[in-house]
């Protein structure tokens, strides 16, 4: 079964800064994707970045960049230049491909600090 | 609107009741999917479908039942509900692609007393 494991519940960060979430996964399929989404205190999910397995390059949407490393099965969210509005829940999450089903890790909360 | 649209917004029920939550897309995808989320879990998958009249169980099914006649309908009941499956239910939907994102509804909070 596919596992995600986010080891940090929570968090504290000064604005302005660069911040890690880190993200583990557990799968033994060679095709599968990874993802991240933020949930702010008004509930919503929103979708962030997202890596495919063969994905040569680390995926970037704007301050956001997805820090794979496939060997460590590692995909840590790196937030550049942290700002209030980054304060929330944030989830990684994997499928293997042809199924489509996502696989969330218990997230992390962010909180920055003004 | 184009979207996912969830109904109610919020639902208090109590022990015992039928409940009905209510997903719908305008988007024509393929897959929708049903999570709750709770304290400490994350998300966690109870029903997902392939396409209309094809559904399978996630991780927790217990205890629900799901439909899928229309390809942009997907309700999800509680048959006989508990106290345990007091939790905010998120329905969403993704297209059948490689890398397709999951779109999530607003979620559902529901309460049964």
């Known amino acids: 079964a596919q596992k995600i494991t986010q080891t940090q519940p929570g968090m504290f960060v000064q604005e302005k800064e660069a911040v890690t979430l880190d993200c583990t996964y557990d799968?033994?399929?060679?095709?599968?994707?990874l993802f991240w989404y933020k949930q702010p205190s008004s509930g919503e999910m929103i979708f962030l970045i997202y890596?495919?397995?063969?994905?040569?390059q680390n995926a970037t949407e704007g301050r956001y960049s997805l820090n794979f490393q496939k060997a460590r099965k590692s995909a840590n969210l790196v937030i550049s230049a942290s700002q209030l509005g980054d304060s929330a829940m944030y989830f990684c999450?994997?499928?293997?491909?042809?199924?489509?089903?996502?696989?969330f890790g218990t997230g992390t909360r962010l909180t920055i600090i003004p | 609107d184009a979207g996912i649209t969830q109904s109610p917004r919020y639902k208090i029920t109590e022990t015992g009741r039928q409940v009905t939550l209510m997903c719908h897309q305008t988007?024509?995808?393929?897959?929708m999917f049903w999570y709750r989320q709770d304290l400490g879990h994350g998300l966690r998958l109870i029903y997902y479908?392939?396409?209309?009249?094809?559904?399978d169980k996630g991780e927790v099914p217990d205890g629900y039942v799901v439909s899928r006649s229309k390809t942009e309908n997907f309700p999800l009941t509680l048959e006989s509900a508990t106290r345990s499956q007091t939790s905010v239910y998120f329905c969403?939907?993704?297209?059948?692609?490689?890398?397709?994102?999951?779109?999530f509804g607003s979620g559902t909070q529901l309460s049964v007393l």
């Open positions: 969403a939907s993704s297209e059948s692609r490689v890398g397709g994102k999951l779109f």
């Open positions: 799968t033994s399929d060679p095709s599968y994707g």
């Open positions: 890596q495919g397995s063969y994905d040569q």
């Open positions: 999450a994997d499928t293997n491909f042809g199924n489509e089903k996502l696989t």
């Open positions: 988007w024509s995808h393929s897959y």
């Open positions: 479908s392939a396409a209309a009249d094809i559904t």
